[in-house]
């Protein structure tokens, strides 16, 4: 089938990206998730209205975007740049979704920083894979994720999935994840 007749042809073009400070250079979108963007994540909600108030409501995670066609035979990408730091004992980590359309796979790329990719389905298996610098975690189909920052560094990600993927934050708002990541004594205790 030619792609011309049920869609739109759009040209090639480039990004230029800051692997280091986890910045896509003018991108076009720039979702900011502060702390307070996060009530009703994690284990202890009075650390993370300490948090909102003692430090002013501080950057939790960015996703930089130059959007292509959220239609299927497209890839949408980003960068992922999710701050160090702690709730109580609980690592910083982003809200997690299923995508919309759930047989959607997605391909992480870590480009700096130390973590996991908590993963889990519907059905209750769950995963985590840890991610470092140069390691790619793959997200199968079906499975929700969510970055975790272990590190004292930010934790970055080149993130790519199809265009029609979408995402559903609802159903794991409802569900939260099996296991939680934190840092004791400067361990990771992930329970
Ligand atoms: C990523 C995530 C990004 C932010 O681009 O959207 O890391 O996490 P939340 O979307 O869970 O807030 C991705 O998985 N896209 O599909
Ligand atoms: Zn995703």
């Known amino acids: 089938m030619d792609v011309r007749s049920t869609d739109k042809l759009i040209d090639p073009f480039s990004v230029d990206i800051d692997i280091d400070?986890?910045?896509m250079k003018r991108a076009t979108n720039h979702l900011v998730r502060k702390a307070s963007d996060m009530r009703g994540h994690y284990a202890d909600q009075a650390a993370l209205e300490r948090l909102i108030a003692?430090?002013?409501?501080?950057?939790?995670?960015e996703v930089f975007e130059v959007p292509v066609p959220e239609k299927e035979g497209h890839l949408m990408y980003c960068i992922s740049t999710l701050q160090p730091g702690q709730v109580g004992e609980e690592c910083f980590?982003?809200?997690?979704h299923y995508h919309a359309v759930a047989a959607t796979a997605e391909i992480y790329?870590?480009?700096r920083g130390q973590g996991y990719m908590a993963m889990k389905t519907a059905d209750g298996?769950?995963?985590?894979?840890p991610m470092s610098r140069g390691r790619m975690?793959?997200?199968?189909?079906?499975?929700?994720?969510?970055s975790i920052n272990t590190g004292g560094e930010p934790l970055i990600s080149f993130c790519v999935y199809p265009g029609q993927a979408g995402h559903n934050y609802g159903d794991?708002?409802?569900?939260?994840?099996?296991?939680?990541v934190f840092l004791r004594a400067e361990r990771v205790v992930i329970e």
């Open 137 to 146: 975690v793959y997200v199968p189909p079906h499975w929700a994720h969510r």
């Open 21 to 23: 400070e986890g910045i």
């Open 172 to 180: 794991i708002e409802q569900e939260g994840f099996p296991k939680r």
């Open 54 to 61: 003692e430090k002013a409501d501080p950057l939790h995670y």
């Open 109 to 111: 790329l870590c480009l």
């Open 125 to 129: 298996r769950w995963s985590a894979e």
């Open 93 to 96: 980590m982003t809200k997690g």
